[in-house]
């Protein structure tokens, strides 16, 4: 237990050495997500099976990107810390949330276009006050139980609003270069029992806002 939380404040430091010499794009995102008993494996391509407690969060992000590659792949990277509020919906009471993560990210055009869309994949490290009751859930259909601590990942589909010309002239002189809407996947696990007894974890998935400055 000691070791593990050791490994977990150094990840942390980690994570965010960046942040402390923020010099580069910053980023804020905004999103409402809602607990899904769908898979990883089909969640990251939309399918949405809602849970029976129904419970949500909304949630902010601060990201800063600290480099245009990725061992000289065009993926522009970012280090990213998070708050958010969970609505427990009356099953126990509501909680609040941290994380800290590393992400990575992809311009990709979309084909027979000139539109763009900016992938998102995160990784790094969850901390709730209380354990969500739709993961409390997951983990008693195995006779196990979760941790405050967990391994954290985040997709996100974005669409930069920049790109159409109505919009344009909104992101021109202004402290905001870019805003744009998204379909965000918000994912805590144990990673196969690293962080608790057993293999299990929870999906949230919803929409987001992300303004860049």
Known sequence: MYRRSFAAIALTAALLSPLAHAEGEKSLRVHWNKSSETDL?????????????????????????????????????TANVGVQWFDERGYQENGYGLTTFIKAHYRWELPWTDKQ?????????????????????DFATKDAESAKLMNYLEWTVDLPLSQFQPLHGMFQGGAIKEASVGFLVWHRSSVF?????????????????EARF
């Open 117 to 137: 869309v900016r992938l998102g994949l995160g990784e790094g490290l969850s901390y709730v006050s209380r354990i969500p009751m739709s993961e409390v859930r």
């Open 193 to 209: 029992g690293l962080f608790s007894e057993t293999k299990g974890g929870v999906n949230f998935m919803g929409f987001s806002l």
């Open 41 to 77: 494996a089909t969640v990251v391509i939309g399918d949405y099976q809602e849970s029976p407690e129904s419970n949500y969060l909304i949630g902010a992000s601060y990201g800063y990107q600290y480099s245009d590659t990725l061992f000289t792949l065009p993926l522009e990277m």
